[in-house]
Structures are given as structure tokens and as C-alpha cells.
């Protein structure tokens, strides 16, 4: 390689290096966004669109990690850094193996931290949900077929509003 190229390209390590350390400070999240990567296009790349629009602070593995991350690290990052966690719950969804290790930090989240889990039924039946997880058969869901993306960000939007009085309430009395 000639040396005015591996110059540059150092360089450009170097600014992106900086870059993500810039941008990975700690940052917390409103939601973390648990998809399987097949849902992208149908449906999780236009949710995280519009949660993003709503104000809302998305951890999305698209736009969370880059080039090298370890997925595991970041995986667990977001998650801990997270308020709550929309699970896209897909055919592909319960296929998966990273979908249900992230489901599984979000239970155990859930067990210390309470309410955590916003299911979002993403072309599935109850049926397949209940053969997946009884658990979340037996939630509340939003799911995709009767409701866009931009109405889901604004019911979590309203959640979220809900949760700060509450939260302010309290710090009040």
C-alpha cells in the first residue's frame, strides 16, 4: 500500500474514532428497538423514522453501532441505557437467536425495574405469540397491521409524557 493512502486512511480512522467517542457518552435512551433484521424493511426502519421524529431517543442497532463494535457490548449497552424496550415480535422474530438474548435482558430488566417490554405484533398471530412466549401473548400489544408507525410513536410518546408526571409528581410531594 503506498504511503499517501495508508496516511489517509489513518486519518480517517482517526476522525471517525473520535467521532463515535463523541457520540458514545453515556447518552440514555428513551427505548430500546428489538427487531429481527428481516422486519427492517417491512416495518422497524420506518418505526425508528418516526419515533425519532416524535422526539423520542431510540437506541436502533442501525444507527447505535458501527463498523467493529462488539454486538453483545452494545447490545447491553443500549439495553441497560434504555427506559423501555419495543419488541417487534415477528415469524422472523422468534427464529432468532440475538432477538431472544436482547429478550431476555429485557425481562430481567423488567423483574428490578418493572414495567419495560412494549410488544408491537408484526404479521404473527396470538397463536404463534402464545407458541413463542405465553408471557407475551398475555400483554397489551400495538401491532402493525392496524396502526402506522408515526401513531405507535405517538402512543409511546404519551406513555412517556404519562411516566415524567408521574415522576415529577412525586420529586413534588
Known amino acids: ?9 489513518v486519518k480517517n480512522s482517526v ?13 440514555e435512551y428513551d427505548v430500546f428497538l428489538s427487531h429481527a433484521s428481516e422486519d427492517k424493511e417491512s416495518f422497524t426502519d420506518a418505526l425508528c423514522n418516526a419515533l425519532t421524529k416524535a422526539g423520542i431517543k431510540v437506541w436502533y442497532d442501525a444507527i447505535s453501532m458501527m ?4 454486538l453483545r457490548a452494545k447490545i447491553d449497552d443500549g439495553l441497560r441505557k434504555s427506559k423501555y424496550g419495543i419488541v417487534v415480535i415477528s415469524k422472523d ?4 437467536g440475538w432477538t431472544q438474548y436482547e429478550l431476555d435482558g429485557l425481562f430481567q430488566r423488567e423483574m428490578t425495574d418493572g414495567k419495560t417490554i412494549l410488544p408491537i405484533w408484526h404479521n404473527i ?8 412466549s405465553p408471557t407475551l401473548a398475555g400483554r397489551l400489544a400495538l401491532n ?5 408507525p408515526e401513531e405507535i410513536a405517538g402512543e409511546l410518546k404519551k406513555l412517556l409524557e404519562m411516566v415524567d408526571r408521574k415522576q415529577e409528581e412525586q420529586n413534588n410531594a
Open 125 to 132: 398471530t396470538k397463536q404463534e405469540v402464545q407458541n413463542f
Open 144 to 148: 402493525s397491521s392496524s396502526m402506522t
Open 67 to 70: 463498523w467493529g463494535d462488539s
Open 93 to 96: 422474530y422468534i427464529k432468532k
Open 1 to 9: 500500500m503506498n504511503e499517501q493512502l495508508t496516511k489517509s486512511l
Open 15 to 27: 476522525s471517525t474514532v473520535s467521532l463515535y467517542q463523541a457520540s458514545d457518552t453515556g447518552e
